[in-house]
């Protein structure tokens, strides 16, 4: 059965101390894994999409990263507006359905 | 450019009622889809659609009915709404192409007393 499990559950954070969110995965076949950034009494926003193993991206303070079982979500020198849920998402192949872990909550605080 | 519209953001609701809600997007997406979510259990599919006249059931269909007529609209309609139907909805969409990314209204907060 196709799973997401995100950790940790929530993350409190100084100003500039950076970190990780992992997000791992069982998928038969990867189609894409999605992170996404969701304030409160917001829809979820698109952040990124990988593709395959080794694969990274990067925007501002995010990088994630992607290997065959798990990516990570670093943060670098986060500052108090990157507090939010992180959510990780799978699609597998031959399906159009995504499949969500739980998310992260961050919160960074001055 | 006002992407995926959701109405209401609120409602409440006594138990047997029905209501629609109603999503809507402006960016010609052929793929439609309904979630709810739920603390501590993430975003759960409900019914999705590849294109107009084409819906399907996700993983928590029961009780929701969908219709897509034209490719902006996808209603999602509580027959008789009880109180586990209490949750947030959100629809999203996406275009056609596999492994592109879901694009999300800010949702619909539903209380069912």
């Known amino acids: 059965e196709d799973q997401v499990t995100q950790s940790p559950e929530a993350l409190r954070l100084q100003e500039g101390e950076s970190s990780s969110l992992n997000c791992s995965y069982t998928?038969?076949?990867?189609?894409?894994l999605f992170w996404y950034r969701q304030d409160p009494g917001k829809g979820p926003e698109f952040l990124f999409t990988?593709?395959?193993a080794g694969e990274e991206k990067e925007k501002e303070r995010l990088k994630a990263t992607l290997t065959k079982k798990e990516s990570f979500l670093h943060i670098t020198a986060p500052k108090p507006e990157d507090s939010a849920t992180y959510l990780c998402a799978v699609q597998a192949q031959g399906t159009d359905k995504l499949i969500f872990g739980t998310g992260t909550r961050l919160q960074v605080f001055p | 450019n006002a992407g995926v519209t959701q109405t209401p953001k609120f409602q409440v609701l006594k138990t047997g009622q029905s209501m629609t809600l109603q999503c809507a997007q402006d960016?010609?997406?052929?793929?439609m889809s309904w979630y709810r979510q739920d603390p501590g259990m993430g975003l759960r599919l409900i019914h999705y659609?590849?294109?107009?006249?084409?819906?399907d059931q996700g993983e928590v269909p029961n009780g929701y009915n969908v219709s897509r007529s034209t490719t902006e609209d996808f209603p999602l309609r509580l027959l008789s709404a009880a109180p586990s139907q209490t949750s947030v909805y959100f629809c999203a969409s996406r275009s056609g192409t596999g492994g592109s990314p879901l694009h999300f209204g800010n949702g619909t907060r539903l209380t069912v007393t």
């Open positions: 960016m010609n997406h052929e793929y």
């Open positions: 990988l593709y395959s």
């Open positions: 998928v038969s076949g990867l189609r894409g």
């Open positions: 659609s590849v294109g107009a006249g084409i819906t």
